[in-house]
């Protein structure tokens, strides 16, 4: 059982940008690969980026390709979201997850883990 805790959400400007920070509480987070989802209000949760903790292949989304990048501490157990020209249609609860796998995941269904969410809000 591992412990996820997400921040950095916040309000911004269209254009702007935020970095999420997901800490895990586990001791070899090289173990597991951890996602980045999102949930906007009425809308299904879906799948923005993902990276495998033992070698740093990340996946994108489309709709976030060029925008964000995720990146990894294995030294402080953290996962980063950099968001870039972010616009309206971002907002949302960005919420992490973990797997305990070596490879990259890319099913929802397949993480073990989530965090509570960090709120996300793109205004002018």
């Known amino acids: 059982q591992i412990r996820l805790v997400e921040s950095g959400g916040g309000l911004v400007q269209p254009g702007g940008s935020l970095r999420l920070t997901c800490t895990a509480s586990?001791?070899?987070?090289?173990?597991?690969?951890i996602g980045w989802y999102r949930q906007a209000p009425g809308r299904e949760r879906e799948g923005v980026s993902c990276?495998?903790?033992?070698?740093?292949?990340?996946r994108y989304e489309d709709f976030v390709k060029g925008r964000f990048t995720i990146s990894r501490d294995i030294a402080k157990n953290t996962v980063y979201l950099q968001m870039n020209s972010l616009k309206y249609q971002d907002t949302a609860v960005y919420y992490c997850?973990?797997?305990?796998?070596?490879?990259?995941?890319?099913?929802?269904?397949?993480?073990?883990?989530w965090g509570l969410g960090t709120q996300v809000t793109v205004s002018s």
């Open positions: 997850a973990a797997a305990r796998r070596s490879f990259i995941v890319t099913i929802m269904t397949d993480y073990d883990y």
């Open positions: 586990v001791f070899k987070l090289t173990n597991y690969a």
């Open positions: 990276i495998a903790l033992s070698d740093g292949d990340t």
